[in-house]
């Protein structure tokens, strides 16, 4: 079992993934990225289908708080921080 808190969702080439990797790593100063499993949906599109129905999410990148379900599908760097600092505790 993952203990990460979060589960970030992406597609290769999406420009919105990359923001919102820019967004981790740079404005936030990978300070939760410990805590974040990252998923390509093209590695495995049996377990994306899986969770786009659990989850009813349409866009990536998607992010999903295991512990209460919470989705966030946005790049924008005042929502990722406030998501990640629900999820993550910190």
Sequence with gaps: MDDKKVLMITKIGCPYCERAKVV???????KYNDQIEFFVRENDM???????????????????????GAVLSDSKEETITDFMKEAVGY
């Design 24 to 30: 981790l790593n740079e404005a936030l100063g990978g």
């Design 46 to 68: 049996d377990r994306f289908g899986e969770l786009k129905e659990k989850y009813q999410f349409l866009t990536v990148p998607t992010f999903i708080d295991k512990k209460t």
